[in-house]
């Protein structure tokens, strides 16, 4: 008798010890998939969100090229003095002849980021794309699918959000 209670408990101790290691391996691509999406995210909005002592002002841009946008700055917060050209990414959220509001990064290298409610979404884009593919880690891995539709509704709503904003 002993031994067929020790040959039943075998396969369940198997499965949980599967079961245990599926949810440890997607529970780190997941959190791994969103680290990934707040330090992309975090190269730009770090300048958009703590502005605090830094140059900002507004960029009139004239010309687009190579990568980049570019044109007059006009300072707006005290200590910021006016330049010539200052670059911006060339992206769908620059456009030429319009002006932007922007925080200039530090250093003496004309680099502007967006600044404002459209600067900020924008800078967070790559975490709402992290954000709907680990909701589909989340669905299939850990199969935890009101989770997954709670990630994948705030990705949906940050990348809609930039979108109209933008």
């Known amino acids: 008798m002993p031994s067929a209670v020790s040959s039943s408990q075998g396969p369940r101790a198997s499965a949980t010890v599967l079961r245990l290691g599926r949810v440890a391996a997607m529970g780190a691509v997941t959190v791994l998939i969103l680290i990934a ?3 992309a995210s975090w190269g730009t909005a770090q300048h958009v969100l703590l ?21 007059p700055y006009t300072p707006v917060s005290a200590g910021s003095r006016a330049r010539a050209r200052v ?8 456009a030429e002849g319009e002006t932007y509001s922007v925080v200039l990064k530090p250093g003496d290298g004309g680099e502007a980021v967006r600044s404002g409610p459209g600067g900020v979404l924008y800078a967070w884009v790559p975490l709402g794309g992290a954000l709907l593919l680990a909701s589909v880690v989340v669905a299939g891995g850990l199969r935890r699918t ?21």
């Open 87 to 94: 670059v911006l990414e060339d992206s769908v959220a620059v």
């Open 51 to 71: 502005s605090k002592g830094r140059e900002r002002g507004t960029v009139e841009v004239t010309r687009c090229g190579g990568g980049v946008c570019g044109g």
């Open 146 to 166: 009101r989770a997954a539709w709670v990630l994948a509704g705030s990705g949906v709503a940050l990348l809609t959000a930039t979108y109209v904003v933008i």
């Open 37 to 39: 999406g707040v330090w």
